[in-house]
Structure formats: structure tokens, C-alpha cells
């Protein structure tokens, strides 16, 4: 199927994969997922450079910015210690709204959506032969729900559960534009991307090779 259509030729809809993890196909409009790779261009141009995280001591495979808050494996800072030591780049104002928008629309809880404060965004460069392990993002001091937005080449995206790194798990294919949302009892569920598609981003995207992930966290630090 890769080389006859993009993912957003066939029909996604919105679905939890177990209570708490919400995937919502196709949620960024076209214009908007362009327009998200361009501000991507340039934060490359930041103060801390795009970089492999050392994990265990091993880099890993995906390339690496932050806002609001630089992210190392266990912990957050305002510098970026183990890179260069400058401040990190601000949060985005329009990110913390798009975050908002995008807990109300996965959840329908707009309650939840209009506290949500995110205040750190992780922003993923996978080449197409970078992978993510399994991991839990417990780096966060609450349990705030964690957005996802995918760009580019879709992934092979697993979600495990909460109590290891192993089965059960179900796999999904994120598309460029795609939402998912990790909230409540999925909040700190196991999760890691097997697999980048090569080619399937959507044409005149904007990005010519791989897949960005953005992710935004309410830290609770201040
Ligand atoms: O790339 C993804 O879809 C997930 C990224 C992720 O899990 C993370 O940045 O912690
Ligand atoms: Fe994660």
C-alpha cells in the first residue's frame, strides 16, 4: 500500500486504544502540518542544537529538541547541562493552545483541556532507521496528559502497559497530522515507536525524509 497512497487517503477514525490512550487520525490539517514543519526549521536554529540524548550512556537514534524545559533522561532543566549549557528555547504560547485543543478534542473533557498547562515541548527527529524503546514518561512531577502530534513519514507506534515493558501491547500506525493523547489510567503506559515508513509522508509536507514527533508535558516544576 505505501507507494499507491499516503495514510491520509484511507479512512482513520478516532479510537482508544485502552482507557486513557487516544488516537485521533488526520487532526492537524494539511496547511497546519506544513506550517508546524517550518517553525521545526527553525528552532534547529536555536540556542541548544538538535542532539543525541545519551541514554545508558548510549546515544539515541532520533535527534532531540527542547522548549520550555531541556529533557535528560531522568530529569529536567532550564540549560542544557549535558549539551551546551545555554537556556533553553521558551515554550511556544500557540503550542499550549494547540495542547489545550487537542486534550478537549481527544478526551471531550474540556474541563481537563482548559487547565491543561503544558509547559515543555519534545521535539523528535526520526531518520528512517531511528526507533524509540519502551519507555514510560515519568520525568513529569503530575500527572497532566502527555500530546503527541506526528509530521512526515508515519510510524509503527506500540502502547504497552503500565506495569512493563512487554506484553500485552497494541500496535498503531501514526500518520503526519495524527493526535495521540495520554492521559488518566494510559498516563504512564509503556510506549516506544518499531518502525519509521519511508516515503509515506504527505506530499508538499515540507519535510523530504523521516518523521518528527512532538511532544508537550505539563512538568509541574516551576
Ligand atoms: O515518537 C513518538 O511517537 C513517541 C515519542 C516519545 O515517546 C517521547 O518523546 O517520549
Ligand atoms: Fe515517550
Known amino acids: 500500500m505505501d507507494f499507491l ?12 486504544l485502552r482507557p486513557g490512550a487516544w488516537h485521533v487520525p488526520g487532526w492537524l490539517a494539511p496547511e497546519m502540518q506544513s506550517w508546524i514543519i517550518k517553525r521545526f526549521f527553525e528552532w534547529g536554529n536555536g540556542p541548544v542544537p538538535p542532539h543525541q540524548t545519551l541514554f545508558n550512556g548510549h546515544p539515541m537514534s532520533v535527534q532531540s529538541l527542547c522548549l520550555g524545559w531541556h529533557w535528560s533522561p531522568s530529569s529536567y532543566s532550564r540549560t542544557a547541562d549535558d549539551i551546551n549549557g545555554a537556556p533553553v528555547a521558551p515554550m511556544e504560547p500557540w503550542l499550549v493552545e494547540l495542547g489545550r485543543r487537542a486534550v478537549r478534542d481527544a478526551t471531550g473533557d474540556p474541563v481537563k483541556a482548559q487547565s491543561y498547562r503544558p509547559d515543555a515541548a519534545i521535539v523528535n527527529y526520526y531518520d528512517v ?47 503526519s497530522g495524527d493526535l495521540f493523547v495520554f492521559d488518566g489510567p494510559a498516563r504512564f503506559a509503556y510506549h516506544g515507536v518499531t518502525r519509521i515508513h519511508p516515503g509515506t509522508a504527505p506530499q508538499g509536507c515540507g519535510l523530504g525524509s523521516g518523521r518528527i514527533n512532538i511532544t508537550l508535558r505539563q512538568t509541574g516544576l516551576s
Request: no cysteine; glycine share 6%.
Open 5 to 16: 497512497f499516503d495514510d491520509s487517503a484511507l479512512p482513520r477514525e478516532p479510537r482508544q
Open 129 to 175: 532507521n531511528a526507533t524509540m524503546g519502551m519507555h514510560q514518561d515519568a520525568e513529569e512531577r503530575i500527572n497532566a496528559p502527555v500530546v503527541s502530534l506526528s509530521l512526515g513519514d508515519s510510524s509503527t507506534f506500540r502502547m504497552g502497559n503500565t506495569e512493563h515493558r512487554n506484553r500485552p501491547w497494541q500496535e498503531v500506525r501514526l500518520a
